[in-house]
């Protein structure tokens, strides 16, 4: 069995069956309170960009965090093992980048002081149900399909992170201290936690007898917040603020979120025709396009292609809504566009697989075949991009490899019995000894059942050897080295 296999996915095949236990038990009115989480190229990159100068600062690898986006917009955040999530609530909330930077500098506080430690000993002790807060059951998360351009995911979750990621007042304090000192290292102000703080604790953001979900988790004394301030107020970097560019980014991450989250009617209220900004062209097109108004949803994003020919995300919303509304081959160049602008997404690479699967001709099946396996290099559990990979490969014909690649799908989804079906009906049709014949056996040893399962499937064996030509006289021309055979599926 590979060990990096086995290791990498042990955590994340517990919390499904953790999961899965935990929806049984609630039944349907739990699931319908059920978490998803986001997947967005520019939301994570925008994340990403504040995130990992900040970690570098704590002394956290940057590469080792996953950031997770949560369909909540609740006011939230949290961290805990080697996972920050944030609430596209928390997002859309803030005023300034400065103040989602206090929210990720005071989660890095929490990391970096292993705060997460006493929570899960406590889930320990709580049994199944509390692992499956969202710690944890971001685990089970694989990348999927972006239907409505943030690609959604319902973890079907009943145990909220109110008290699996409570923390004490001492450990709030530390963390707030430890986080002036990672925005001073990289010389940002703190003046966006008093205001986001100080705004929080002013409206309390109470509906009904609902208190906000962040206070339930990160408790905020008055000792506390008046300890961040006096700290604070002594960096030399209190005063800078956020540049316009900036600040104009940050709306257009709002607008998106608002765009894809929000009602239509609510959306096209917040940004009237009256309203020609960027933000609000982003926000409309986007909102059309939720209502099945193909043509004012991409009189709007076009918009802002022609003004920004060189966005990728512009293109890859375009693309979006050409594809979703069945006009496949006119999305395959605003989604190639993407690649050419980014050419290290997974996601972009999986939007453009789609469409030249849904063209289905000969050589659009070989370039998607191409961009697929790309995307499951970039990102290795994506369980979704094995997914259309597998499907590509039925298109051909090449059914042991499309097995293959549906064993990988379920692996990362966790489905244990599952990849090791496909792996062996994958196998015995693979030439045994060959890289692909390889990634077989070790996703099937990787979930054999507890006491063993059955022997590995022999494979199709090597053809007999042929006796060598005769030797032939000799050309002038130069040799020709062997090519070199890249496995882009292998490990």
Known sequence: MSRSRSQRNFFRRMVIAAMAAATAVAGPAAQAQGISLLRDAEIEKYLEDYSWPIFE???????????????????????????????????????????????????????????????????????????????????????????AGLGLFSLGQTVGTANFLKYSRGQESTADQLSITFLDRVGHSSQGALDLWGRMRNSQIITGNRINPYFQTHPMANTRLSALKERAQESPYFEKEDSPEEIHRLRLIQAKIKGFLQEPNQTLREYPLSDQSEPAHYARSIAHYKYSDIENALKEVRTLTEAHPDNPYYRELEGQILFEYGRTLESIEPHRRTIELVPDNALFRINLGRALLGAGGPEQLQEAEQELKRATILERDNSYAWFELARVYGAQGKEPLADLATAESRFHLGAKADANRFARRAMRGIRRGTPEWRQAADIIMATQPEGGGQPLPTGVEEDAPKPLPAPEEKSDRPDVPDPIVINEGGR
């Open 57 to 147: 600062a704590a002394g956290l690898p940057p590469s080792s965090i996953e950031i997770l986006i949560v369909n909540d917009q609740s006011i939230n955040a949290f961290a805990g093992g080697r996972y920050m999530g944030m609430n596209s609530g928390m997002i859309t909330f803030v005023e300034t980048p400065n103040e989602l930077e206090a929210v990720i500098a005071h989660e890095a506080g929490h990391l970096k002081a292993n705060h997460s430690t006493r929570t899960q000993d406590a889930a320990s002790n709580a049994g199944v149900p509390m692992l499956v807060g969202l710690v944890l059951a971001a685990g089970a998360v694989a990348a999927g399909a972006p239907d």
